[in-house]
């Protein structure tokens, strides 16, 4: 099956798609990126990710490539070419093109380049029945919250994870407390069934996965609290668990050489798990639904 990209303004295979040498993504890693899930053919909370997008792209002064609804279009078309009903979109939005100086450049055009994936991680065994996630001191800059392409400190995580036979590695501040992980949110659950992770700030990246899921904790009668916890904690932890687009919510069932509780996905994970997918798939289908009506 022929893949394709999106690379400013076209639509072009896959193995041939290209962007200048002097792109300023390359070079300063000057620019930022959403990952967004597709279940049904639809994109999951795409309002929730254009939202952080703008706020990434402000914090760096880069220009919107286009509205939200053409936007929009396009990462659908991608999804659409590749036949990705299940899968993930790739977004990333650059400061351009322009010879290469540290300061913004005066009138480059902001890059724009999509891709798409199939893969439906989310119901792979594996995460079903538990990860294991290593600690590393958090050794990245201060604002986490910037959904920035500079990913250097997260793929060091992440290949020390890998390394040990780990899926995750959770990040660990100054302070002895969790940040999160490479590419996730941590979380853990309290004796009572309360629900706790990191709340918002510049230290971490405040995930789409994890606004949706306290929202739908919340609505359940799950109690959740935003404070930050020690790895330590989190190993005698009732449950932990963590949570992305690419994966949604994965039990933690050991952290370093700690084995949290039983060793097995706790019964809060499993329902915030049950919750998760209902409500993705009730999305997909009112996309679809709104999407027959116009038609
Ligand atoms: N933290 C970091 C550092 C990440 O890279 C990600 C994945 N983008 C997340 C958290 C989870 O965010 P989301 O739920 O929006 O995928």
Redesign the pocket.
Known sequence: MSRWAYVNGRYVPHATARTHVEDRGMQFSDGVYE?IAVVGGALVDATL?FE?LDRSLSALEIAAPMRRAPLEAVLREVARRNRVSEGIVYLQVNRGVAPRNHAFPRDARPSMVVTARRGQPASSPALVEGVRVITIPDIRWRR?DI?SVS?LA?VLAKQAAAQDGAFEAWQVDEDGMVT??????AWMVEADGAVVTRPPSHD??T????TRLIDLARQDGITVIERAFTPQEAARAREAFL????SFVVPVVQIDDAVVANGRPGAVTERLRALYLDFVARQAITILHTALAKA
């Open positions: 990952v990710h952080r986490r959904k990913l997260n999160e992980g490479s590419q996730s949110n971490i990246l995930g789409i996965t994890r949570t992305s687009t690419s």
